[in-house]
RNA sequence: CGGGGUGUGGCGCAGCUUGGUAGCGCGCCUGGUUUGGGACCAGGAGGUCGCAGGUUCAAAUCCUGUCGCCCCGACCA
């Protein structure tokens, strides 16, 4: 079609350039605007939408397993931020640093804050003194900085949106249930509510957080073959205990350290949608997650006007609070345009009101996921609506993880291995030895890292290691990363 | 930090080679006709051409400098 084309003009094709594409979409769907200082964006009200679903659906489990929200200071004396030694090491390069305020040179600079650790444990130092103060469980949600030299809308930005959990425990034992339990609600909000299937692992000593004992990660794939680090758990162990000094008196009456853990997703989980679920016509939202879940598009002839805007408002307002339900009445905007803005967006399912739906007694409904239409009278709209939706969202969990089936391959030697990741990206899964070398000769090699050593034991049997074939064991999942 | 690109009404671009005081498409505003996959007609508003200096009677255009932003790589949620 023509119209089609012309349309389409507007967005790269995915095949052409994916990251063309992604820009075009985060663009033209008015998630984000650039703003005037680099790698900063504007989030716009649409793409706002995304991240208060994902604060209500996520925050919810989070309060379910016993957190608290609270707020620490955007700035940290930069001598906290230096007290953990391999933390500063990892931070130093990408830390914003102010050193001026009300006209005068600061006596001790301020950082902004790239991750909370440092503030959040001055402060638990002075809350916990005994082992009745624990478990101590914060979680925040707020903005931090980190100076970032190759910026992406979303994927990586200098100053992003998140939520940070830390808490603290009387023993190692419970801090590694805490850290893994954060991991699995992790999983399971993200594969059900942003229909994002993901592996659950374990980082690699060169991977892991800095300042961590272990850290663990969920793990998806893009729809270009590329993974993406979805959300992160670490088991801090006592390190930033012992540096500031968070010792609490223990059952046994010792003076112990205690256990600490801190999770986080950021809104590049906004991005991992995008790309996840995307095609050529722009984004697809899950349901569960859009922040318009059903727009209804008056068809307005001049003939039967009124009774098509009567009945369509009627519709529109029979389903307030029940459904996130837009009517889209704008006049000036033909049927046509509408359809393809709201696709656009990635709207799950689109209701049409003309006059012939009208004589018919219902509305025609468009899906976003298949581009199915079929016709639903009026009074089963509200047992029928929700169905629809909930079957989107089954369809769009299960095209995700279809392609992740089909793009995660076993590799039983170097040249195999290579080829996959330069010939069809996506997961690769090889036995590795556990040595820091292999591992960072096949990064040098191929651009692949290893995303994570799985949890959950795929096969479970050792092999030799794909990079020096003399050492073994079991298989880690490897990608180009985002 | 390296490589590339780009800066001209809100957006996308042309004009620059060969200096002569800014144009096109989209969008926006008004009115009318339209409306089942990005409608049409008529009228209209809107730009000291990233910034600074220089050359010239005259600079978007030539020269010098500078800044921003975007993309691709090395480092990272």
């Known amino acids: 079609m023509a119209n089609d084309k012309e349309f389409v003009k507007e967005v790269t094709p995915q095949a052409v350039d994916f990251s063309q594409w992604y820009l075009d979409v985060v663009l033209k769907a008015e998630l984000m605007d650039y703003a005037p200082v680099k790698g900063c964006m504007a989030i716009r009200p649409y793409g706002y939408a995304i991240w208060e ?13 016993g957190h608290k929200n609270a707020y620490f200071p955007l700035f940290i004396p930069q001598s906290l931020l230096q007290k953990e030694a391999e933390h500063v090491e990892g931070f130093a390069p990408e830390v914003a640093l102010v050193t001026r305020g009300g006209g005068e040179e600061l006596a001790e600079k301020l950082v902004v804050r790239p991750t909370s650790e440092a503030i959040i ?81 374990r980082k690699t000593e060169k991977e892991k957080f800095a300042g961590a004992l272990r850290t663990y990660s969920i793990e998806a794939l893009m729809s270009d073959g590329r993974a993406l680090q979805a959300g992160t758990s670490h088991n801090l162990g006592q390190h930033f205990a012992r540096v500031f000094e968070i010792q609490f008196q223990d059952k046994d009456d010792e003076l112990k350290y205690a256990w600490q853990t801190s999770w986080g997703v950021s809104t590049r989980l906004i991005g991992a949608l995008i790309m996840v679920h995307g095609d050529d016509r722009g984004l697809k939202m899950p349901p569960r997650v859009a922040p318009v879940q059903v727009v209804l598009v008056p068809i307005l002839m001049k003939k039967k006007k009124e009774e098509v805007l009567n009945k369509a408002r009627e519709l529109a307002a029979r389903f307030n609070g029940k459904l996130r339900l837009e009517l889209d009445d ?88 290579r080829n996959i990741i330069s010939e069809k990206r996506g997961f690769v899964l090889a036995h590795w030895c556990g040595d820091a070398a292999c591992e960072e000769k096949i990064k040098e090699q191929t651009k692949a890292t290893i995303r994570c050593l799985p949890l959950k034991e795929l096969d479970g049997v050792e092999g030799p290691c794909i990079c020096c074939y003399k050492g073994r064991g079991k298989k880690a999942y490897f990608a180009r990363a985002y």
């Not at 023993?171 to 993200?190: I, K």
């Open 53 to 65: 679903n994902i604060q209500q659906l996520l925050g919810g489990r989070i309060k379910a397993t």
């Open 330 to 417: 704008r006049e000036g905007y033909s049927p046509g345009w509408k359809f393809n803005e709201w696709e656009m967006k990635g709207v799950p399912l689109r209701l049409e009101i003309g006059p012939r739906d009208l004589e018919n007694g219902g509305v025609t409904a468009v899906r976003r996921d298949t581009g199915e239409k079929s016709f639903v009278a009026e009074g089963d709209l509200m047992q029928q609506l929700p169905l629809i939706l909930q079957d989107i969202q089954e369809n769009l969990f299960e095209q995700a993880r279809q392609f992740r089936q089909e793009n995660t391959r076993h590799a039983e030697d170097f040249d195999n291995f």
């Open 121 to 201: 444990c001055s402060m638990y130092a002075k809350w916990i003194q005994s082992w009745r103060d624990l478990p101590l469980l914060i979680n925040q949600w707020c903005n931090v900085v980190r100076w970032e030299k190759n910026t992406r809308p979303f994927l990586r930005t200098s100053e992003f949106l998140w939520q940070e959990g830390h808490t603290v425990h009387a023993t190692e034992d419970e801090a590694e249930a805490e850290t893994l339990q954060m991991l699995g609600v992790y999983q399971d909000f993200v594969e059900n509510e942003l229909a994002i299937p993901v592996v659950a692992g």
